[in-house]
């Protein structure tokens, strides 16, 4: 009898403005067969973003029912918001026989390293800390104390670059996703090899 084949869990993290989510966006053009985990957050939609496409946006108390419950493979507060993967939804994709990308937070990739040892971490990196602060500033999205609060958080990751397997520095955002979509046909193929 064939041994059931389970997909690979990548978790994508990094600072606020590093290009994580353009980053996510171009692989999944170029890379089949992987999916893509929708978060649960407590935070406000920003402009454009769609709920069951971007996140899953849900009420605090929502949200602590379902800690409470244990239903998340790993939660975070990020930058006053809470954050979060339901297990559930992870386990089926994996079990599936396909890849899942996480884009999450460092607390919480480091939650899903220590439960799901077999994860594959990547960490998307600014060229410098100054790159990303400009970053930030010309989003224009948040008063000068809450992006002072994404700085500070900012150099808290990027002090944990050195836990992940990869770091991809986006200093060309071309650049940085023919490195992410090789990184994972490289995993893919390792671990068909391993088999």
Not at 66 to 89: K, P, Q, S
Not at 129 to 146: A, I, M, N, V, Y
Request: net charge negative; with cysteine; aromatic share 6%.
């Amino acid at each position: 009898m064939k041994k059931r084949t389970t997909g690979s869990l990548f978790v994508l993290s990094g600072p606020s403005g590093a290009g994580k989510g353009t980053l996510r966006k171009k692989m999944f053009e170029k890379v089949p067969g992987i999916t893509f985990s929708i978060s649960c957050t407590t935070r406000e939609p920003r402009e454009g973003e769609r709920e069951g496409i971007d996140y899953h946006f849900i009420s605090a108390d929502e949200f602590h029912s379902r800690l409470e419950r244990g239903e998340f493979l790993e939660n975070a507060d990020v930058h006053g918001h809470l954050y979060g993967t339901l297990r559930e939804d992870a386990v089926r994709v994996l079990n599936s026989g396909s890849d899942i990308l996480l884009e999450i937070d460092v607390q919480g990739a480091l939650q899903v390293r220590e439960k799901m040892p077999g994860s594959i971490l990547l960490f998307v990196a600014p060229p410098s800390f100054e790159e990303l602060e400009q970053r930030l500033r010309d989003r224009g999205t948040e008063s000068e104390e809450r992006l002072q609060i994404r700085l500070r958080n900012a150099r808290w990751e990027m002090e944990k670059a050195p836990l992940y397997d990869y770091v991809i520095i986006n200093d060309d955002i071309e650049r940085a996703a023919e490195e992410l979509e090789g990184i994972i046909l490289e995993q893919r193929k390792n671990r068909e090899a391993r088999r």
